[in-house]
């Protein structure tokens, strides 16, 4: 099989298998997939500038900003001055904005356990355990067109 024809289902199967773990998720039903990415990004960098979670979510800094009001607004992330530069704010996630991330990845974890042991044989099982390692070093790939 060539390898763009290979690209390109491997991009439809993942884009389709994110699609159908954000419908899965209770936890977050009203909240954008923007501002879900950002929860993402806070929950493993701990804490980030407006101006670096604009960048990491490819969305200006504006619209960064607004959807930052609307998660401090739920209670969701905090902001803390910087210690390098008091201009600026750190932002971090509150213990609820945590809890909601940890839930998520919860409920995405089950739904995919079951979507595995209802469909895959033993042996599919183990392809796919094998198919791990190969998927990470795509995604580890740090070339940009």
């Not at 800094?61 to 008091?86: A, F, H, N």
């Amino acid at each position: 099989m060539e390898t763009s024809v290979i690209a390109s289902s491997f991009r439809h199967i993942i884009s389709g298998l994110s699609k159908r773990l954000r419908k899965t998720v209770s936890s977050v039903d009203n909240l954008s997939l923007s501002e879900f990415s950002t929860l993402s990004y806070l929950y493993h960098e701990q804490a980030l500038s407006a101006t670096e979670l604009a960048k990491l979510i490819m969305v200006k800094l504006q619209s960064m900003s607004e959807l930052l009001i609307r998660l401090q607004g739920l209670g969701i992330i905090e902001k803390t001055p910087s210690d390098v530069d008091k201009r600026k704010s750190l932002i971090s996630l509150t213990a609820k904005g945590r809890q909601i991330v940890e839930h998520t990845r919860y409920e995405r974890d089950e739904w995919l356990t079951q979507a595995i042991d209802g469909t895959l044989s033993e042996a599919e099982k183990k392809t796919l355990q094998d198919a791990l390692g190969v998927m990470t070093k795509v995604m580890d790939f740090k070339h940009t067109l």
